[in-house]
C-alpha cells in the first residue's frame, strides 16, 4: 500500500465513473476530451496539492528547512500558483521560469537561481528582481555575478554548485551528481572559489554549498552520502575560513511510479533517510544545524498529470506487431524516444474491459523511434478511443516542442468537477507568429 502520493501510477481522485468511463478530478476523461480536444494535458489539483502535503508532512520536524519546487519539471503560471499556496518556494533555471513565478505572483526571495551557463541577462534579471539564492556553478559566473552586483550596488545572496562524486543508478543522462559531470565546482575546487569569495568578490555573500545528485532516483542511501559530504565540507570551510556558513541545498531527484514495477521510496522514506543523515553528521563534524534546501520537481507534479490522446490509424504488420497510433507522441512526450521511459495507460471510455491484446502505440511524428509505449496489454480497440496515459505531469509539457510544426496541446486544471484552461492550445497563427519574410523575398511567393 502506498503511502506517499508519488507512489501511485495515476492521480489520487482517478475512478471509473456511473457512465464506465475514466474521471479525475470530478470530470469525465472522455467529456474533457471532446470539450478540449487531444492530445490534452491534464492536471489534478488535488494530487498536486496532495503531494506537497505529504513533504510538508515529511519534514515537519525538521525547523530549518527551505521546501522549493524544481520548475524545470513543469512550469505554468496556474501550477506555479498552486504550488506557492501550499508554502512551496521555487527553483528556476532560466528568465523564462524566473518570470513565469514571479507573474505568478510568488514571493521572490523564495526563489533559488540554478544553472551551468546562466546569461548576463538571466543575472540581471535575478538581481532586479531579488532572487532569495544564486547557486553560483563556476568560476567564470563568480566573477561574472561580483561584477554585475557591484554596478547596481547589490549583494548577491549566493551558494556553491558543487560534484559530491555520487553515482546513482538512473539513466546517465539525468545522473548530474558524479564527478564527471558539468554541473557544479569539483570538490578540490571549493576552497579557491571561497579564498575568492572572500578576498576579492565583495558583492557576493556566501550562505552555503548546493548538489543534486541525480533524477528519477529510488535509492536512499545516496541521500545519506550526499549528506554526510555537504555537511563535512561545511564544516571544513568553516574551519578553514573561519565563516559561518548555514545553508544546504540537496536537490531533488525522487522517483515516480510510471509502471507496476518501479517502487519509489516515499516522502516519508527519504524524510527519515535526510534527518537521521543530518544528525549524524551534524554531530559528528560538530557544526550547528543548517537550514536544509530541498528541490523535487517530479515526484511534485508527476502524479498529478496524465494525457489524453485519441487513437487513430492502426497497423498490423504481417507476423509483426500491432501499432495504433495516436494523436501526439514525441514533441509532447519526448521522455520514451530520449531516456526509453516507460508509461502506464488506460482506454478512457472503457477503462474497465479486460486487455485482451499486447499493441504498441506510436506517435504522429515523422520519426520511427516516436513511439510512446512499446508494449502495453489493452482490449479490444477503435479509431476514436481515448488513451489515458498516467504520470505526465513532469517532463512532458516541459520538454514539448514543435517537431514537425505541430501545435503544443492545451493543459486543463481539473479539481471538484470542474475544468479550467492554464495553457492554452497553440493555433497555426501562433506557431507562424515568430516567422519573417524578408521584403525582398516577398516578391517570390
Ligand atoms: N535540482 C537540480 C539542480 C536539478 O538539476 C534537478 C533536475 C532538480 C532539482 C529536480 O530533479 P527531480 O526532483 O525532478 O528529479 N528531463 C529528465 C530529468 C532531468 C532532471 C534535471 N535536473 C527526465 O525527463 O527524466
Redo the contacts with the bound molecule.
Keep these: 500500500m502506498p503511502n506517499s502520493t508519488n507512489q501511485f501510477i495515476r492521480p489520487i481522485t482517478c475512478k471509473t465513473n456511473l457512465q464506465g468511463n475514466l474521471e479525475i478530478g470530478g470530470c469525465d476523461i472522455v467529456e474533457l476530451s471532446k470539450k478540449y480536444g487531444t492530445p490534452l494535458y491534464v492536471i489534478d489539483e488535488a494530487t498536486l496539492r496532495s503531494v506537497c502535503r505529504d513533504y510538508k508532512k515529511a519534514f515537519s520536524s525538521l525547523k530549518k528547512i527551505n521546501m522549493m519546487y ?1 520548475s ?2 513543469l512550469c505554468t503560471m496556474a501550477t506555479s500558483a498552486i504550488i506557492a499556496d501550499e508554502g512551496f518556494g521555487f ?1 528556476v533555471v532560466s528568465a523564462g521560469e524566473m518570470y513565469t513565478v514571479f507573474k505568478a505572483g510568488v514571493d521572490m526571495s523564495k526563489v533559488l537561481f ?1 544553472g551551468n551557463n546562466k546569461s548576463v541577462d538571466e543575472l540581471i534579471l535575478a538581481l532586479e528582481l531579488g532572487v532569495g539564492r544564486i547557486s553560483v556553478d563556476n568560476f567564470f559566473e563568480l566573477s561574472l555575478l561580483n561584477e554585475l552586483a557591484k554596478g547596481r550596488g547589490k549583494v548577491a545572496d549566493i551558494l556553491l554548485r558543487i560534484t559530491p562524486g555520487i553515482e546513482c543508478h538512473t ?1 546517465e ?2 545522473q ?1 551528481g558524479h564527478l564527471d559531470s558539468k ?1 557544479g565546482f569539483d570538490l578540490t575546487q571549493i576552497d579557491e572559489a571561497v579564498e575568492l569569495i572572500l578576498n576579492c568578490y565583495t558583492n557576493l555573500k556566501l550562505h552555503g554549498l548546493h548538489a ?1 545528485i541525480g ?3 529510488f535509492e536512499t542511501k545516496v541521500y545519506h552520502d550526499e549528506i554526510e559530504i555537504l555537511v563535512r565540507e561545511l564544516a571544513r570551510l568553516e574551519k578553514k575560513f573561519s565563516i559561518k556558513l548555514n545553508e544546504i541545498n540537496i ?4 522517483g515516480v511510479k510510471y509502471t507496476e514495477e518501479d517502487m519509489p521510496p516515499s516522502t516519508f522514506d527519504i524524510a527519515e533517510i535526510i534527518l537521521n543523515s543530518l544528525r549524524e553528521s551534524v554531530d559528528k563534524y560538530g557544526i550547528e544545524n543548517p537550514t536544509i534546501f530541498i ?5 511534485i507534479i508527476s502524479t498529478s498529470g496524465v494525457t489524453l490522446y485519441t487513437l487513430g490509424s492502426s497497423k498490423q504488420v504481417p507476423k509483426g506487431k500491432t501499432y495504433f497510433a495516436i494523436d501526439g507522441g514525441m514533441a509532447d512526450n519526448a ?1 520514451p524516444s ?2 526509453q ?1 516507460k508509461y502506464s495507460a488506460l482506454i478512457a471510455n472503457k477503462p474497465e474491459k479486460k486487455a485482451s491484446q499486447t499493441v504498441t502505440i506510436a506517435g504522429r511524428f515523422c520519426e520511427s523511434g516516436d513511439i510512446l509505449i512499446n508494449k502495453i496489454n489493452l482490449p479490444e480497440l477503435e479509431e476514436g478511443d481515448i488513451l489515458c496515459v498516467f504520470n505526465t505531469g ?2 512532458n509539457y516541459s ?1 514539448a516542442s514543435n517537431y514537425n510544426r505541430v501545435e503544443k496541446p492545451a493543459m486543463v486544471l481539473v479539481n471538484n468537477s470542474q475544468s479550467d484552461i492554464i495553457v492554452m492550445r497553440e493555433s497555426l497563427d501562433d506557431l507562424i507568429s515568430h516567422d519573417i519574410i524578408p521584403d525582398r523575398l516577398k516578391n517570390n511567393v
Design positions: 524544481a524545470k519539471a527553483d540554478n539513466h543522462y539525468i548530474t554541473f543534486h533524477s528519477q532516483i536537490g531533488g531527484g525522487l528541490e523535487p520537481g517530479r515526484s521522455r530520449m531516456y521511459a513532469a517532463y520538454m
